[in-house]
């Protein structure tokens, strides 16, 4: 289940040293990947195994945040700064590691030995190598590789915790926010679930906005699933739970076609009417018709 708390609470508690820092900073990270962007599941599907490196790789192949760490670059000059400093400081000193996963988006071993230089990030929106460092510090942190009195060792720390905390604050906390559902408690939902004001927090066009939870129904699948009180919701979720909310209106008929009339009503393009015919067709106790459905 993800918990953005327990991802933000990491994020905040790295207020030490450097070396303190970057721990609970790869912690949060960690914890994002593992509750919030990958379940075993989809990285047993990726790499046929849920080992740690497999979510690694599947993050550095995610174009999206690729693309985000290219934009943050542009956007954040003393990032940028930061990075530069680094890819100096590793072309003088490479991270010496004992693999060669260093350039490589492949999931097996063997598939990478010829593809990326050891220890060295290229250039600034070089991604995948700025993962591959950020896990390589960690590798050689946690499994005491790491000197605390070591002036490169600590340089090192520095320099990962300066950058995988941006990208956390900037892009990974920041999306999953975006995507927190209000209100605070299924109580609340429910009790405004009929008056329109259940609502969940969404992005659109890099900006916040607000959808009833019959917009969500039909809403586009890049913007899908929101957050709620740390579980992911998706469109079948939110079908299910828009049927037992009709599905329980004490007989009261008159009540129940407003309120599926209101649902159908959001369902304006051709695309949208497809979502009433996959998900409420096959329930005989929801009137669709399918020849409006088609005008």
Known sequence: MANLSLIKNWHEK???DYFSRFVFE???FEAFLKKYKYTQDDIRNLANNVRERSYI????????YDTQWSELITSNQRLQETVTELITFL?????????DWWGCTAYEHNQCATQGIRGVIVTE???VNVVEFWYQVRNNLFHAGKDPDSKRDEQLVTFAYNTLSVFMEKVLIAEMEQRTMVPSSWEDFEHR???GQAEAQVTINNRTACANVYELLFIDDEYLPVLFRGQLIDRKYLVD???FELTNLYGDDDLFKKEWDRVVSYARTPEKRDIIRQYFKPRSYFPIDDEQEDD
């Open 57 to 64: 790789q599947a993050f550095k192949n995610d174009a999206v």
């Open 14 to 16: 790295a207020k030490e």
């Open 193 to 195: 679930f009929f008056g």
């Open 26 to 28: 790869y912690m949060a």
């Open 91 to 99: 072309n003088n000193e490479p991270l010496a590691t004992s693999n």
């Open 241 to 243: 739970k828009v049927v």
């Open 125 to 127: 929106t070089d991604f």
